[in-house]
């Protein structure tokens, strides 16, 4: 697997990155590290083009730093490791890195809990998010202080697509702990007719033939997890179904299968991805089968 970690030196990215460290994996892993220098454009006298040049020196010093420490949080670990400076747009250079690179997973780390950091989730998480050619995990902060991976609440949305099938099939890579519990849950939304002729619709039938393929699908992810709950929800909205379900569950990460990154994808993406990103307490994790 390759995972390319993004880094601007702050605490997020720190936690983000230590979060990732902390995951036992099956198989060697290559880490790139990846630190952007936003570019700036000054033209005139010799002492702005000068003051510029001081900037660059600067700010490439800090994100040799922030790389360093984040190395070090890999120490023993099985994984090769490399540190990229770039200098450019940040989101660009993030993702086009990791799709020069081809790698499986991006992550970058979010502002924070609140309702307006949330909404604020950050111009470089969600450009990230959205234009990533590959898996993107946005780690909130608090999820690895004073825990351990044993213990951890994962969710994963699933609707029976190829999307979020490749979501449980791409969490299978690591090696979670024995006390890491897996919530499989799946929204049904109650049959609507506008037809003038009387319908008879059997909804509990309807839900307990859902609730059996879910508990299929259960079984199998049981042979990677072994605490594992299925569970299908009545739901009006998605995607605040599943943001009340992570809360109630008190989830740490929510992980839901993404369409791709074309135009038309990332667009669409808006209805529930995007969604769960801007509202949800919790980490991301937006599952996206890698493109060309």
Not at 7 to 17: H, V, Y
Not at 127 to 150: N, Q
Request: hydrophobic letters at 40%.
């Amino acid at each position: 697997m390759k995972i390319l970690i993004a880094t601007d030196g702050s605490k997020f990215a720190d936690e983000a990155a230590a979060f990732v460290a902390r995951l036992p994996h099956r198989e060697r892993i290559d880490v790139t590290i990846v630190a952007v220098t936003p570019s700036i454009e000054i033209f005139g006298n010799p002492e702005m083009v000068g003051w510029k040049q001081r900037y660059y020196e600067e700010e490439k010093k800090k994100a040799v730093h922030s790389c360093e420490r984040i190395e070090r949080l890999f120490m023993g670990a099985n994984v090769t490791i490399e540190s990229v400076i770039l200098t450019g747009h940040v989101g660009t250079e993030i993702t086009r890195e990791a799709k020069e690179r081809k790698c499986d997973l991006v992550v970058v780390g979010a502002l924070g809990h609140s309702t307006l950091e949330r909404m604020m989730v950050g111009s470089v998480s969600d450009f990230v998010a959205t234009h990533a050619a590959c898996s993107v995990l946005i780690v909130r902060p608090g999820i690895v202080r004073d825990r351990t991976h044993h213990d951890l609440n994962l969710c994963v949305a699933y609707d029976n697509s190829e999307p979020s099938k490749f979501a449980l099939k791409q969490l299978e890579i690591f090696q979670w702990g024995p006390q890491t519990h897996l919530d499989i849950v799946s929204g049904f939304a109650s049959p609507l007719s506008y037809s003038d002729i009387p319908m008879q619709i059997d909804i509990r039938e309807i839900q307990k033939g859902l609730e059996a393929n879910l508990e299929t699908v259960a079984q199998e992810a049981r042979k990677t997890f072994p605490r594992v709950n299925s569970e299908v929800i009545q739901v009006l909205n998605v995607g605040d179904s599943l943001v009340d379900y992570t809360r109630e569950k008190q989830s740490d990460v929510i992980v839901v299968g993404d369409t791709g990154n074309g135009l038309i994808a990332r667009f669409l993406m808006g209805s529930v991805s995007r969604y769960v990103l801007r509202h949800a307490e919790c980490s991301v994790w937006i599952a996206r089968k890698p493109t060309e």
